[in-house]
C-alpha cells in the first residue's frame, strides 16, 4: 500500500499535469470499489476546473474553483495514469510502483481533459473516491484522523500525552491513524530505528527522550523518502522521468538476517510479526 510519501509523489505528479484544467468528461467503467461510487459522481465533476491537487495523511484532495472536490485513496493497488492524447506507448503512471504504462484491465474510472486522460486503475479494488461540497465538508471527512508528521500538532508534547498510560506496543501507534496520520508499515520500522525503540516496546514505557526521537525521525525519515520519490519494490520512472529510490536506503525494512548497517554496532535485523504486520528491527541497538 502507498504512504504518505508515495501519495506525495503522486500528488505533485498530478498537480504539474491538471491544475488548472477543466474536466471535460467522466467515464466510470466499474463503480465496485471499495465504497461503490455514487450515481451523481459524473456530475459533480463535469465541467470543473481543478484550483489546486492537495494531499492530507494518504489520501489525494482535487479541489475545484468552487471549493467543491473529490477525495482519492488508492487502496493496496490503486494507480493514476495519465495519458497524453497524441502520444502512445508511452510512461503514464504518476507512482513508482505497478506497471509504468496504462494496463489494459482494471481501469475503472477515466476523468478526460482537452489533452489528457486521468485513468483510476485498481486491480483489487481497495481503493476509493469520495466528493465533498465545500470546504467544511472537506474538514468533516477527515475530523477522526491525527495529526500528520508535519503538523505543529504533532509536537513532543501531544505524543507524551497521547502514549501516557497506553498498553499497546509503539509500533502499532504509529500505524494508528487516530494518532498520527500517514505512516505505514515500512517507514514505522524505519523510524523506530533511527530512535533506537524496539517494536514490541508498550508505548506507557516509552521515556521523553524516546518520544522527541520519535517526532524527530518521524519527520526526517518521510522528508527523505519524499526528495527520494518514494519507496518502490520495482524500480522504474514516473510521468517526470524519475525514479523512487528510498528503498535502497532501508535501514531494516526486508532485510531480515542481515547486519545492522550503524556503525560499531553487532546486531541482526529480525523480522516479527506484531498484529499481522512484518516489523523489522536490529536485536542489538533497538532497545
Not at 472537506?138 to 498498553?167: A, C, D, Q, T
Not at 508499515?185 to 527522550?209: G, M, R, V
Request: glycine share 4%; aromatic share 12%.
Amino acid at each position: 500500500m502507498p504512504e504518505l510519501p508515495e501519495v506525495e509523489i503522486v500528488r505533485r505528479s498530478l498537480e504539474k499535469k491538471v491544475k488548472d484544467k477543466v474536466i471535460q468528461k467522466v467515464l466510470v467503467k466499474n463503480r465496485n470499489l471499495r465504497f461503490k461510487i455514487h450515481a451523481k459522481f459524473k456530475r459533480h465533476l463535469y465541467k470543473k476546473k481543478i484550483k489546486k491537487v492537495d494531499r492530507f495523511s494518504k489520501y489525494l484532495i482535487l479541489i475545484f474553483e468552487d471549493t467543491s472536490g473529490f477525495i482519492i485513496h488508492l487502496g493496496m493497488s490503486g494507480t493514476i495514469h495519465l495519458c497524453d492524447k497524441n502520444k502512445k506507448n508511452t510512461i503514464t503512471n504518476t507512482s513508482f510502483y505497478h506497471s509504468p504504462i496504462l494496463p489494459k484491465k482494471h481501469n475503472h474510472v477515466e476523468i478526460q481533459f482537452d489533452k489528457i486522460k486521468f485513468i483510476y486503475n485498481d486491480p483489487r479494488r481497495f481503493g476509493y473516491f469520495l466528493t465533498f461540497n465545500n470546504k467544511i465538508e472537506l474538514i468533516r471527512k477527515f475530523s477522526h484522523f491525527g495529526p500528520e508528521p508535519f503538523s505543529n500538532s504533532f509536537n513532543v508534547e501531544y505524543i507524551s500525552k497521547y502514549l501516557k498510560k497506553k498498553e499497546k506496543n509503539i509500533k502499532n501507534f504509529l500505524l494508528d491513524q487516530k494518532f498520527v496520520s500517514g505512516i505505514g508499515n515500512i517507514y514505522a520500522s524505519e523510524i523506530l530505528f533511527f530512535s533506537k525503540i524496539n517494536p514490541i516496546k508498550k508505548a506507557k514505557n516509552l521515556t521523553k527522550d524516546e518520544c522527541k526521537k520519535i517526532f524527530l525521525y518521524s519527520k526526517l525519515v518521510l522528508k527523505k523518502a519524499i526528495r527520494k520519490g518514494g519507496s518502490s519494490i520495482q524500480n522504474f520512472q514516473n510521468i517526470n522521468g524519475k525514479m523512487g529510490s528510498f528503498q535502497k536506503d532501508f535501514k531494516v525494512y526486508q532485510r531480515e538476517n542481515l547486519n545492522c548497517l550503524k556503525p560499531k554496532c553487532k546486531g541482526v535485523i529480525k523480522k516479527k510479526i506484531i498484529s499481522n504486520r512484518s516489523s523489522f528491527f536490529c536485536n542489538f541497538c533497538q532497545k
